[in-house]
């Protein structure tokens, strides 16, 4: 089975913090993505990566980086955490897109930040 | 553009009775397809997906989806609800962009299941 692990399940920062989000897969896959979560609004794309140094913004990269060194890990960096960045992030990751079309995608467990 | 569509945000079903969730999908070009759902406190599993060829698609605990290209919809059904399948589900749409594939995610749909 595939395991996509994320490195706390709740965390609370204050506002000005830098925070740190990890986050491992197990499966080799090649891509990996963060989302936020929030009520109403569904799942919205943070960043990608389809390799190892290589990132990509997705939908709402404001306030945010990323880090892949490794293969199997991606971070989530909060530069300067503040109160709207209070939410659910989500960990995914799935093998690579090509000819054989998109795959799925195998969730984290999430972590839930509180921003105060 | 694509773009994905849930009816409803909150759908309520007695235990036994039919779940119909909708979705509905913009895309320009045949794309791919997948329902997910999320129980309380957790991530995001896969139900079932539409790549190619049969247009209905079986999943797991139950839950099935028709592709229906005219309607551009992908809705998800179980004939008889159970207690368990209280939990969020997702739509989702993948199809061809710069460089591979993006995938979009529905609002989601709270299923409540009554006793």
């Known amino acids: 089975d595939v395991k996509v692990t994320q490195s706390s399940r709740y965390l609370v920062k204050r506002t000005g913090e830098k925070v740190f989000l990890e986050c491992v897969q197990d499966m080799d896959h090649e891509n990996m993505f963060w989302y936020r979560q929030d009520p109403g609004l569904g799942l919205r794309l943070i960043y990608f990566?389809?390799?190892?140094?290589?990132?990509e913004k997705g939908d709402i990269p404001e306030g945010y980086s990323v880090s892949r060194e490794k293969k199997e890990r991606f971070s989530l960096i909060l530069e300067s955490a503040s109160t709207n960045q209070t939410s659910m992030y989500l960990c995914?990751?799935?093998?690579?897109?090509?000819?054989?079309?998109?795959?799925?995608?195998?969730f984290g467990p999430g972590t839930r930040l509180t921003v105060t | 553009a694509q773009s994905v569509t849930q009816l409803g945000s909150h759908v309520s079903v007695s235990e036994g009775a039919l779940v119909l969730l909708r979705c509905n999908y913009s895309s320009s070009v045949p794309p791919y397809l997948f329902w997910y759902v999320q129980y309380p406190n957790q991530g995001l599993q896969l139900l079932l997906k539409?790549?190619?060829?049969?247009?209905l698609v079986k999943g797991i605990n139950g839950f099935e989806a028709e592709f229906k290209k005219s309607e551009t919809s992908f809705h998800l059904t179980k004939p008889s609800a159970h207690m368990s399948d209280a939990a969020e589900y997702f739509c989702a749409v993948s199809d061809r962009d710069t460089g591979g594939f993006k995938t979009i995610f529905g609002a989601g749909t709270r299923l409540f299941v009554k006793a």
């Open positions: 539409y790549t190619t060829g049969a247009t």
């Open positions: 995914a990751s799935s093998l690579a897109s090509g000819v054989a079309g998109a795959h799925e995608q195998y």
């Open positions: 990566s389809y390799d190892v140094k290589m990132k």
